[in-house]
Nanobody, 123 residues
Framework: QVQLVESGGGLVQAGDSLRLSCADS????????MGWFRQAPGKERELVAA???????YYADSVKGRFTISRDNAKNTVYLQMNSLKPEDTAVYYC?????????????????WGQGTQVTVSS
């Protein structure tokens, strides 16, 4: 059983920061690429940030400079530091994992998913 569990979401004001965490139960966590996706009501699920097993990173243009993805293989955890949050960042944020070197792929390319954590940014 593969289990990814997100945490750290909540209700914040514009300009605030949040740190999302995703715990992965897989013993081979360090061999997988991990990504953060988000989906707002009525919108497509989009890749926000991703990090490879070699620690290379990808960021969507909408969050570049504000969000930082990182991972701690000793803790089987991937993080998303979200700074300068905007109301348009409001969405359910999902942690996802995949095997392979390519990280900038759509959601269909990530077979392992968490249940999501809600991030709401008020204006």
């Amino acid at each position: 059983q593969v289990q990814l569990v997100e945490s750290g979401g909540g209700l914040v004001q514009a300009g605030d920061s949040l740190r999302l965490s995703c715990a992965d139960s897989r013993r081979t966590f360090s061999n997988y690429a991990m990504g953060w996706f988000r989906q707002a009501p009525g919108k497509e699920r989009e890749l926000v940030a991703a990090i490879s097993n070699g620690f290379s990173t990808y960021y969507a243009d909408s969050v570049k400079g504000r969000f930082t993805i990182s991972r701690d293989n000793a803790k089987n955890t991937v993080y998303l530091q979200m700074n300068s949050l905007k109301p348009e960042d409001t969405a359910v944020y999902y942690c996802a994992g995949r095997s392979g070197p390519v990280i900038a792929v759509p959601s269909i390319g990530y077979p392992y998913w968490g249940q999501g954590t809600q991030v709401t940014v008020s204006s």
